[in-house]
């Protein structure tokens, strides 16, 4: 791994006057990386990766937006307590953060774990909600039960190569549920699973670069931030629990699925559960999207939190996807 640097360093190394802050919220201290002028936009990351997800589009987003990247409950240099993981939770910690920042409403883009915190967030707090962007994931539900972990010879037509079989096959949900053994095996060795994580979930593997899984690796590198991690998976039943109750979304939703055939996966989730909803397949991109396509990330994103609202909460509609 290369040196140590720390989050404030990195903060300074982006362009937009970037600056590493913590903030005390209902118990929790949470950190945010926050530059730019304008309306509030929060980005949430996701697993095993921290705030500097976002690095690539952090300058371009802040030319037009007070742009604010959070470390969630859990992740980073953000508390790592013993409980609170479902996603209803950690969006009542986000919505005291934006009290916190002084601000009644927000934009937000959640990318993986974080794009469910930013789904729970506009379910529970619509009136602190003004958009939101959901990068490569769509909120948990029943569906997650049936995902296969392992390629299955004959249905997959291979012989148990999990990458050589074609979709994404999603065993680490099961592993970070599994108590007590996931963080006594990665502790120290994050870094192999940052790469096998990356590797197989890009298109490009290229764009997360070696200093960008080192930061990664880092971040997950003893037991407690491991085992925090892990309780993102854990309460997933739960979030799924929750979700059932949460009427459709009525604030305008995009969600950005990393290439083609994502919208096949999104579109029967997401459908029924938003009212103004917008679904683009990002070409030549895998699950990091804001990693491998920047450019596309932040072009889909300034059009979207600029367009006028088009529909409102009592129009039965389904989604312009493309």
């Known amino acids: 791994?290369?040196?140590?640097?720390?989050?404030?360093?990195?903060?300074?190394?982006?362009?937009?006057?970037?600056?590493?802050?913590?903030?005390?919220?209902?118990?929790?201290?949470?950190?945010?990386?926050?530059?730019?002028?304008?309306?509030?936009?929060?980005?949430?990351?996701?697993?095993?990766?921290?705030?500097?997800?976002?690095?690539?589009?952090?300058?371009?987003?802040?030319?037009?937006?007070?742009?604010?990247?959070?470390?969630?409950?859990?992740?980073?240099?953000?508390?790592?307590?013993?409980?609170?993981?479902?996603?209803?939770?950690?969006?009542?910690?986000?919505?005291?953060?934006?009290?916190?920042?002084?601000?009644?409403?927000?934009?937000?883009?959640?990318?993986?774990?974080?794009?469910?915190?930013?789904?729970?967030?506009?379910?529970?707090?619509?009136?602190?909600?003004?958009?939101?962007?959901?990068?490569?994931?769509?909120p948990p539900d029943d569906r997650f039960f049936g995902y296969s972990l392992l390629p299955v010879p004959g249905r997959h037509q291979v012989d148990g190569d999990i990458n050589a079989a074609p979709g994404r096959f999603l065993w680490w949900f099961a592993f970070n549920q599994v108590p007590g053994l996931p963080e006594r095996l990665i502790a120290g060795r994050s870094r192999f699973l940052i790469d096998w994580m990356i590797d197989y979930l890009a298109a490009d593997a290229a764009a997360v670069t070696d200093y960008d899984r080192d930061v990664y690796a880092r971040a997950y590198a003893d037991e407690d931030a491991i085992r925090a991690a892990n309780g993102w998976y854990r309460t997933l039943a739960t979030d799924i629990e929750h979700g059932k109750a949460y009427a459709p979304l009525t604030v305008p939703v995009l969600a950005l699925g990393g290439g083609a055939g994502t919208r096949a996966i999104l579109e029967p989730v997401l459908v029924p559960r938003a009212v103004d909803l917008e679904i683009v397949e990002v070409a030549d991109s895998g699950h990091y999207l804001a990693e491998e396509q920047p450019a596309a990330v932040v072009a889909h994103l300034l059009r979207f939190l600029r367009r006028p609202h088009l529909r409102t909460a009592r129009e039965e509609v389904g989604p312009r996807s493309r």
């Not at 300074?12 to 509030?40: C, I, N, Q, T, W």
């Not at 910690?93 to 789904?119: E, N, P, S, T």
Request: proline content about 4%; charged content about 20%.
């Open 1 to 138: 791994m290369t040196s140590r640097i720390s989050d404030v360093d990195l903060a300074r190394s982006l362009k937009g006057g970037f600056v590493s802050s913590h903030a005390e919220v209902d118990g929790v201290r949470l950190h945010y990386v926050a530059g730019g002028s304008g309306d509030p936009l929060l980005l949430l990351g996701g697993w095993p990766q921290t705030w500097w997800q976002f690095h690539k589009v952090m300058p371009a987003l802040a030319e037009h937006f007070r742009v604010v990247a959070v470390d969630l409950r859990g992740m980073g240099a953000s508390d790592k307590p013993c409980g609170g993981f479902d996603k209803k939770t950690m969006a009542a910690d986000i919505r005291g953060l934006v009290r916190h920042l002084g601000y009644d409403a927000v934009h937000l883009v959640g990318h993986d774990i974080g794009g469910m915190v930013a789904y729970a967030f506009a379910a529970n707090h619509p009136d602190a909600t003004r958009r939101i962007a959901l990068l490569d994931i769509a």
